[in-house]
């Protein structure tokens, strides 16, 4: 991925032996990135997104762990969440610079829309301020207090 070989490596964790294995490495059109998901075990992706903002070609590297929820063993779910910052430390370490991490749950919620809102999200600048709520409306008098 660092020479520009491949947009898609894919990793899983052998539970028993608990190393790291490469599954594949190919290149993949964004629209079947989720395809690439499976949905009875966790996986870490690498993803070369190829894409445009504001007029300049842009190609950012995203690291996608995946875990379907607690449909898999609490091992293999605390082997993947405990493993997944040690193994950026070492792509970054390869040379290969991470642009935007995300975990998600399944394939579906994978599409080149949101990599995109991920990677550059939109600023609200006119954020309402948040409005401090009204105190009780029968509370008494203020209690004055005289100095001495």
Not at 86 to 101: F, H, Q, R, S, V
């Amino acid at each position: 991925m660092a020479r520009g070989s491949y947009d898609y490596i894919q990793f899983r964790i052998d539970i028993p032996e608990e190393t790291i294995h490469l599954v594949c490495a190919e290149n993949i059109p964004s629209e079947k990135l989720a395809l690439k998901v499976p949905s009875d075990s966790g996986r870490y992706h690498l993803y070369k997104f190829k894409h445009t903002h504001e007029g300049d070609y842009m190609e950012s590297i995203v690291f996608i762990y995946s875990m379907p929820g607690y449909q898999c063993p609490i091992k293999e779910r605390m082997l993947y969440s405990s493993c997944k910052n040690p193994l950026t430390d070492t792509i970054t370490n390869l040379g290969i610079e991470i642009a935007k991490k995300l975990e998600i749950d399944s394939g579906d919620e994978l599409t080149e829309k949101y990599l995109y809102d991920e990677l550059h999200p939109t600023n609200s600048l006119h954020r309402p301020k948040f409005a401090k709520p009204k105190g009780p409306p029968n509370r008494g008098p203020k209690r004055m207090t005289k100095h001495q």
